[in-house]
């Protein structure tokens, strides 16, 4: 795969698509230098060329630049397992000793005797008693706590790294170019809402008000004197499959034009966005980089996508190859590999986080 | 209450509170030209500049610069009952020929009779039944289209003008000046979340994706091939009270520095704004005009403002006196009337709705 990671300059000034551009644009330094010149690129950039043109039959305004990215997959990487499953299972045993009946109940017991099968056997209803346990009974303030704590020490089972680590530098790119081109960028995530919330402003750019995800219900106390929000042991909202489209008219209360997935629980998403009027974009993420990340679709328990991989062409999604499309997987290759198209990896993180967070 | 709306013009050069300005300060155009010169408008300038001034103690980053703005009574009129109410009741009119058993069906019946005894005996749960009869039972798309024909052809019994006519000016003033200093305003309104969004952006220049409220249950479909959102008869969220917290974090999903609100469904807001760390601000708008607009407070059903006029000073929060401290009430006096301060009403229109939408 290293190949694919240095053959960046060499391809630095090849045509980008079949847009023609004019000579001063063709030398502005490329938005997305870790992306391979191909045809995602040509399509994403043709999309971006298209909604900003004005006068064109693609313009769209600024204010209607919406752009939805799901997380686990998309943004950041999310096997083994998804991160925040990884928070809890290190919850529970961080939790263990103040819960000594834990050792004889499930789906405690499975998870502290790390006992896949019988955490398996525990099912959906298993997992939320697992979820409610290390996401509830807290306010707000301590859960968001426990959640930095976490990022800041526990490490990836297979690069060693912090999980805020294991975010997608092409996708970090691909965030900057929309917002330098007037797009307000969204999260959409099935994840929890107060998780990614914990990361995203820092390591994406992208403030809390645009991060949608799963949530647990929350009530208002006064409590000597303090208001506090305490996370109460009850599902509010779970932002997966038909939930996207649901969250998206709930927290966005307008359709978005660009969809960014990974995964069938994006589906409907896609579905969504695309299917609206003017100028529109859909891009489906494949997991087929086994050496630099991660190898899996059809039959993977987090992440699994099937039918998205059937249904992309029809429907006029673009579907994204890791293995072709990115020099880079993460950020801290550009620090131990050196430069992707000779940039400086200062310039990189800056163009990443932006005064402007929309 | 003419005078102090005329009386405009000549306290313009009167100090504006204790802030030392620099003279090109002083002389650049007053932002809130339809506020009198009262600690009401010293307060909030003061407040502004104090997060605005870099190095100062009371100094917050842009990013952090949210206010959060109730509107029923805060940003337009809520009397004789809130606005959206009266759509309600117009709706079930509208939809009566559809519906012959509503003649006798209660709470139907008590709408088509204008029968206000037995409308108020139907309690809260005859009037769960009118909104579920006009909110539920149809697309989104559909339901927007409905709230955008009311909009544009019903008429307020008082000023026989359209609700949106209804707007505060200093408010539009307030915003514009907030946005013009980095802040992002939100709307956080006990109303539908999507009656409001259908003018916010117009009105307000406050965009779908900022408007908190209210909600009912969505339901992702597909119908025909072509994919829909269908509103459902049930409760989601009430964005109200103890809900308007909840609903910040939710939506927002960090603390504001400042609340605006006027009754006692926003003390839970305020009160969860101004007691976080660092420069906060809380005004409660007290409506005391009955000329030019409603006077009400503690006996109201719309808009019943009691504890927070007993607390506001213990509390720190500004109560703002309609009849003191505002020279303009609603946009359309600055036509029939003159100008404000010698400002065309053309400006004034642009400053409200500038291409800074956050």
Redo the contacts between chains.
């Keep these: 795969m290293k190949e694919n990671y240095q053959s960046g300059p060499q391809q630095r000034d090849t045509p980008r698509g079949s847009r023609p551009e004019s000579p001063a644009k063709a030398r502005s330094p490329d938005p997305l230098p870790s992306w391979h010149e191909c045809s995602t690129k040509s399509a994403i950039r043709d999309f971006v060329a298209d909604v900003t043109t004005g006068g064109g039959t693609g313009f769209v305004p600024p204010?209607e630049r919406?752009a939805v990215f799901d997380n686990d997959g998309t943004l950041w990487s999310e096997q083994p397992f998804y991160f925040q499953g990884l928070f809890v299972f290190d919850r529970i045993h961080a939790l263990a000793p103040g819960h000594p009946e834990w050792k004889d109940t499930q789906p405690f017991k499975a998870v502290l005797e790390i006992d896949m099968n019988a955490l398996a056997a525990s099912g959906l209803h298993g997992l939320l008693e697992l979820v409610m346990a290390t996401h509830a009974g807290m306010t707000?303030e301590e859960f968001e706590r426990s959640v930095r704590d976490w990022l800041a020490t526990a490490r990836h089972p297979k690069f060693n790294r912090a999980y805020t680590d294991l975010v997608f530098q092409p996708m970090l790119e691909l965030l900057a170019f929309l917002r330098a081109n007037e797009f307000?960028t969204?999260i959409m995530s099935g994840g929890g809402?107060?998780f990614v919330?914990t990361f995203s402003?820092e390591r994406y750019g992208i403030?809390?008000?645009?991060?949608v995800g799963s949530?647990i219900a929350?009530?208002?106390e006064?409590r000597d004197g303090?208001?506090v929000?305490v996370r109460e042991p009850r599902l509010?909202f779970i932002n997966d499959h038909?939930?996207k489209?649901?969250g998206i008219?709930?927290?966005?209360?307008?359709r978005p034009i660009a969809a960014f997935g990974n995964s069938d629980g994006d589906l409907?998403m896609l579905?969504?966005v695309t299917?609206g009027a003017g100028s529109r974009f859909g891009l489906i993420i494949h997991h087929d980089d086994a050496v630099r990340e991660f190898a899996y679709d059809r039959a993977s328990v987090a992440g699994r996508l099937d039918r998205g991989l059937d249904e992309a062409a029809g429907r006029g999604w673009t579907v994204l190859s890791m293995v072709r499309d990115w020099k880079v997987i993460y950020p801290f290759e550009l620090e131990e590999g050196g430069d992707v198209n000779g940039r400086r990896r200062n310039q990189t993180a800056r163009n990443q986080r932006g005064?402007n967070?929309?």
Excluded: C, M
């Design positions: 204010h919406i707000t307000k969204f809402i107060e919330r402003e403030p809390p008000e645009q991060v949530s929350t009530k208002y006064v303090r208001p929000l509010d038909e939930g489209p649901v008219n709930k927290f966005i209360g307008r409907q579905e969504w299917a005064r967070q929309t």
